[in-house]
T-cell receptor, first 116, second 111 residues
Framework: EAGVAQSPRYKIIEKRQSVAFWCNPI?????LYWYQQILGQGPKLLIQ????????DSQLPKDRFSAERLKGVDSTLKIQPAKLEDSAVYLC??????????????FGPGTRLTVL | AQSVTQLGSHVSVSEGALVLLRCNYS??????LFWYVQYPNQGLQLLLK??????LVKGINGFEAEFKKSETSFHLTKPSAHMSDAAEYFC?????????FGTGTQLKVEL
């Protein structure tokens, strides 16, 4: 079974530029998550989708971050414009069921973003 | 609000020694608790999870954790460390359809 795929693996941009990350979850998984992991910290949930609807985006900085999950499969996370403090690893995860807190989340390898 | 605290950002053990990584939780409802491991340049992998069944939970790679309500703890242990256990370990609490992670403990295994 293929795991969660993410691309690109690494990205370096200058502040005020825009960037997009792509995630393809495990086939059949209803719930998709985007996390931000700043160096030395645990992952922080940015947004959670169930199928193509948003369940929780309370910690997404909506003035610069946006995400979509068209057709309820793969997803794109965008930052526009980027700030220095956005430097982090962006992790995508998926789970089979309806986002219950007992679900096992399967993580992709992440995209490491460096903003100069 | 739910939270977890991981005591010790760095832990170093000798190969063959006991591994003990500490996690304390705060939750207003019965918690669901998880331990994840992250190897360099990889995503997180589930080690084990507690979902209110047996208080001693066995996971992959010889790890286990014990839920102690009286101590609000969910410490991770392994009887004998192996070099391949060197990684970062995250404790997390589940609630309200999401996970809240601790800040992680970096485990170093020395010969």
């Amino acid at each position: 079974e293929a795991g969660v795929a993410q691309s690109p693996r690494y990205k370096i941009i200058e502040k005020r530029q825009s960037v997009a990350f792509w995630c393809n979850p495990i086939s059949g998984h209803a719930t998709l998550y985007w996390y931000q992991q700043i160096l030395g910290q645990g992952p922080k949930l940015l947004i959670q989708f169930q199928n193509n609807g948003v369940v929780d985006d309370s910690q997404l900085p909506k003035d610069r971050f946006s995400a979509e999950r068209l057709k309820g499969v793969d997803s794109t996370l965008k930052i526009q414009p980027a700030k220095l403090e956005d430097s982090a690893v962006y992790l995508c995860a998926s789970s089979l069921l309806g986002g219950m807190s007992t679900d096992t989340q399967y993580f992709g390898p992440g995209t490491r973003l460096t903003v100069l | 609000a739910q939270s977890v605290t991981q005591l010790g950002s760095h832990v170093s053990v000798s190969e063959g020694a006991l591994v003990l990584l500490r996690c304390n939780y705060s939750s207003s409802v019965p918690p669901y608790l998880f331990w994840y491991v992250q190897y360099p340049n990889q995503g997180l992998q589930l080690l084990l999870k507690y979902t209110s069944a047996a208080t001693l939970v066995k996971g992959i790679n010889g790890f286990e954790a014990e839920f102690k309500k009286s101590e609000t703890s969910f410490h991770l242990t392994k009887p004998s460390a192996h070099m391949s256990d060197a990684a970062e370990y995250f404790c997390a609490v589940g609630g309200g359809n999401k996970l809240t992670f601790g800040t992680g403990t970096q485990l170093k295994v020395e010969l």
